[in-house]
Each structure stands twice: as structure tokens, then as C-alpha cells.
């Protein structure tokens, strides 16, 4: 199983082996013996790489080069058969995201105050906010564009923390009475309701700045590195980002958005925070062109908008013990969503 994954996590989208550097092309170049239920026992060893071409794939640069004709053979093989053996690509995508979940579970841990420090109640609070489960979404976003350009885990690890507490922060608030008032986050009570509303607030109010403090303090970036995923950070989540967008998203319960309208408010209030996970990884990544720089900030912004009509469709079609909160908030407060304004099937 273990040489299988490797040779898969060699192969890109083209059936080509991308090297990032000798060790890359040698466990490449290695016979690698395959279980027999892939009908396949070897792999032709490829054929020697080209000339270096410098950085284009990546924080380290690749270079490539195409399999001989055997080698070509065999990838096809092994790609078919990986197609017939989605089981199996499904445990290894849930696998890894499981350990990055872990990971960033213990990144928050760290960075969160014991609930034995003084004051204890705002403390419990606050952990109760960030430590009750969730899908970890954005900090997964994080890595994941740090894989893709083979960033330190380390360095991600500031991102992915900070980013996380930022969310957590503004799911408090959008919770208070004052905002949507719900009573269930995650399958459990609600802040205020768990506490209080003040110690609700104030425990949202001390997660902002923790989230700053996380990466100035962070021995694994540089000053340069610090200050850009700051300004990365805090322009996601002021007025003209999430903050912005959950003022526009209140001041339009009861009326009916257009659709320019709509999309510009689920960008500022979900897709900026989203958005942000994904350019601010990059950031740690130097070198990295204007045309890739583009495309990445062309991704988060969809991804951003998708997850939020995702959002609005659960509400519709979800049920509130599988999507850990209240289904229907959205219609019974007259919430601009896509739903409302396409359809739930356009949606």
C-alpha cells in the first residue's frame, strides 16, 4: 500500500511524474513492485529528465520530463485501474485530511489560553468557541494550497491557526441574538447560550486579536512573511470583507437582492475569509508568477462564492441533526440567499 501511494502521489493530471528535486526523481526512478489486484507487477523505469528549467511548478521549481513509450503504457495501466479503485483514492483523501484536522486541533490548542488561567469563565468560552468540532474548512484550504506548492507544513500551520480563530470569532457573533440568533452551532449550544450573551461577546472580542497574536509571534515566518499574511488576514475580515458582508446581509433580510448584489455579499461575508486562506499560503510561497498568482485568486474567489451557496442551499434542503444547526433560519428571518432568489435547483 505504501509504495502504491507513492508512485500515485508522483503522478500529476497529465500521467506525467513532476520532480521537485533528486530525491523526488530517484523514488520515481525506483522499480516499484504493485499489488496484484491493479494487473500490474512493475513499473518501467522512466527515462533520464531534461535539462533544469527553473521555477515555474511550484515553491521549488520542477523539472519534467515525458516517459518513454513503456513508461507511458504503464501509467495508463496504473491510472485506469486507479479509476476503477475510487474506495480506496476516498480513504486516502479522508486519511489525510483527518491528520490535517489533528494537526490544526493541536495548532489551536497551543494557542488558546488553559481555562484554568484567570478569568476561567471568558477562557472556557473561548475554547468552547474554537475547540467544538467543525469541518475545518478553511485551515484545510490552507494546507492544501501549501501542498500544491510544496510550502513548509510549519509555515501553514500560522495561517491555518489564525485564520481558523478569525472564523470562530465571527461565527460567535453571527450567532448573538442581535445578529441571527441561533440557538445551535455545530450540534451543540450556541455560545451565548452555553455562557451568557456578555461573556459570548467578549470571548469573540479576545479570539480577534489572538488570531494576530498567533502570527506575529510565529517563530516560523519571517518579519516580511508576518506582515503579509496580516494584511492578507485583515482585509478578509474588516468592513470590507466578512465584516462588511454580515452588515450588508442584515440590512437585506426582508428584501429582495439582485443577483450582482447577492453574489457581491456572499463574497465579502464568506468568500473573503475563504479567499484568504488560499492567497495567504501563497504568499509563503516566493517566486511565484503573476499568471499563477492570478489563477490562484481566481480559485478562492469561486470556491468562496460556492461554499456559501452550498451554505444556503443546506439551509433549505439540510436537516438540522446532519448540518449541526437550526435548518430554515434563513427563510424564517427573510435572509437574501440563492434559493430564494433562483430556486433551489439553479441554486
Same mark, same amino acid.
Given at each position: 500500500?505504501?509504495?502504491?501511494?507513492?508512485?500515485? +502521489?508522483?503522478?500529476?493530471?497529465?500521467?506525467r511524474?513532476?520532480?521537485?528535486?533528486?530525491?523526488?526523481?530517484q523514488?520515481a526512478r525506483r522499480?516499484?513492485?504493485?499489488?496484484?489486484?491493479?494487473?500490474? &507487477?512493475? @513499473?518501467?523505469?522512466?527515462s533520464?529528465?531534461?535539462?533544469?528549467?527553473?521555477?515555474?511548478?511550484? #515553491? &521549488?521549481g520542477?523539472?519534467?520530463?515525458?516517459?518513454?513509450?513503456?513508461?507511458r503504457?504503464?501509467?495508463?495501466?496504473?491510472?485506469m485501474?486507479?479509476?476503477h479503485?475510487?474506495?480506496?483514492?476516498?480513504r &486516502?483523501?479522508?486519511?489525510?485530511?483527518?491528520a490535517?484536522?489533528?494537526?490544526?486541533g493541536?495548532?489551536?490548542?497551543?494557542?488558546?489560553?488553559?481555562?484554568d488561567?484567570?478569568?476561567?469563565?471568558?477562557?472556557?468560552?473561548?475554547?468552547?468557541?474554537?475547540?467544538?468540532?467543525?469541518?475545518?474548512?478553511?485551515?484545510l484550504? @490552507?494546507?492544501?494550497?501549501?501542498? #500544491?506548492l510544496?510550502?513548509?507544513?510549519?509555515?501553514?500551520?500560522?495561517?491555518?491557526?489564525a485564520? +481558523?480563530?478569525?472564523?470562530?470569532?465571527?461565527?460567535?457573533?453571527?450567532?448573538l441574538?442581535?445578529?441571527?440568533?441561533?440557538?445551535?452551532?455545530?450540534?451543540r449550544?450556541?455560545v451565548?447560550r452555553?455562557?451568557?450573551?456578555?461573556t459570548?461577546i467578549?470571548?469573540a472580542?479576545?479570539l480577534?486579536?489572538?488570531?494576530?497574536?498567533?502570527i506575529?509571534?510565529?517563530?516560523?515566518?519571517?518579519d516580511e512573511e508576518?506582515?503579509?499574511?496580516?494584511?492578507i488576514?485583515?482585509?478578509a475580515?474588516?468592513?470590507?470583507?466578512m465584516t462588511?458582508?454580515?452588515?450588508?446581509?442584515?440590512?437585506?433580510e426582508?428584501?429582495e437582492?439582485?443577483a450582482?448584489?447577492?453574489?457581491?455579499? &456572499?463574497?465579502l461575508?464568506?468568500?473573503?475569509?475563504i479567499?484568504?486562506?488560499?492567497?495567504?499560503?501563497?504568499?509563503? #510561497?516566493?517566486g511565484?508568477?503573476?499568471?499563477r498568482i492570478?489563477?490562484?485568486d481566481?480559485?478562492?474567489r469561486?470556491?468562496g462564492?460556492?461554499?456559501q451557496?452550498?451554505?444556503?442551499?443546506l439551509? @433549505?434542503?439540510?436537516?438540522?441533526?446532519?448540518?449541526?444547526?437550526?435548518?430554515g433560519?434563513?427563510?424564517?428571518?427573510?435572509?437574501?440567499?440563492?434559493?430564494?432568489l433562483f430556486?433551489l435547483?439553479?441554486?
Amino acid at each position: 500500500t505504501l509504495r502504491r501511494q507513492q508512485l500515485f +502521489e508522483t503522478l500529476d493530471g497529465n500521467g506525467r511524474f513532476p520532480f521537485s528535486g533528486a530525491d523526488d526523481f530517484q523514488r520515481a526512478r525506483r522499480v516499484v513492485a504493485m499489488p496484484a489486484d491493479l494487473g500490474l &507487477h512493475r @513499473v518501467t523505469r522512466l527515462s533520464t529528465p531534461g535539462k533544469y528549467r527553473g521555477p515555474p511548478g511550484g #515553491c &521549488h521549481g520542477s523539472a519534467r520530463t515525458a516517459p518513454d513509450a513503456s513508461a507511458r503504457e504503464s501509467v495508463y495501466a496504473i491510472r485506469m485501474s486507479q479509476a476503477h479503485d475510487q474506495t480506496a483514492i476516498d480513504r &486516502h483523501f479522508e486519511d489525510k485530511t483527518r491528520a490535517y484536522a489533528g494537526r490544526i486541533g493541536a495548532c489551536l490548542e497551543r494557542a488558546l489560553p488553559s481555562s484554568d488561567t484567570t478569568p476561567q469563565r471568558l477562557h472556557e468560552a473561548m475554547r468552547y468557541a474554537v475547540l467544538s468540532g467543525g469541518k475545518r474548512i478553511r485551515p484545510l484550504l @490552507v494546507y492544501a494550497t501549501g501542498e #500544491c506548492l510544496h510550502i513548509d507544513t510549519d509555515k501553514l500551520d500560522i495561517p491555518a491557526a489564525a485564520i +481558523e480563530l478569525i472564523h470562530a470569532f465571527s461565527l460567535v457573533h453571527d450567532d448573538l441574538p442581535a445578529m441571527d440568533d441561533d440557538d445551535l452551532r455545530r450540534g451543540r449550544p450556541t455560545v451565548h447560550r452555553q455562557f451568557d450573551e456578555a461573556t459570548a461577546i467578549l470571548a469573540a472580542d479576545a479570539l480577534q486579536p489572538l488570531a494576530f497574536n498567533v502570527i506575529a509571534t510565529a517563530k516560523s515566518l519571517t518579519d516580511e512573511e508576518k506582515a503579509a499574511v496580516i494584511t492578507i488576514v485583515s482585509d478578509a475580515c474588516g468592513s470590507l470583507g466578512m465584516t462588511g458582508g454580515q452588515s450588508i446581509d442584515l440590512a437585506s433580510e426582508g428584501r429582495e437582492l439582485t443577483a450582482e448584489a447577492l453574489a457581491e455579499m &456572499h463574497q465579502l461575508k464568506t468568500g473573503a475569509l475563504i479567499h484568504a486562506c488560499v492567497m495567504s499560503a501563497a504568499r509563503l #510561497c516566493g517566486g511565484l508568477s503573476g499568471e499563477r498568482i492570478a489563477a490562484l485568486d481566481r480559485f478562492a474567489r469561486d470556491i468562496g462564492l460556492a461554499f456559501q451557496i452550498r451554505d444556503d442551499i443546506l439551509d @433549505v434542503a439540510g436537516e438540522t441533526h446532519v448540518i449541526g444547526k437550526q435548518a430554515g433560519s434563513d427563510e424564517r428571518r427573510a435572509k437574501a440567499t440563492w434559493p430564494s432568489l433562483f430556486g433551489l435547483d439553479e441554486a
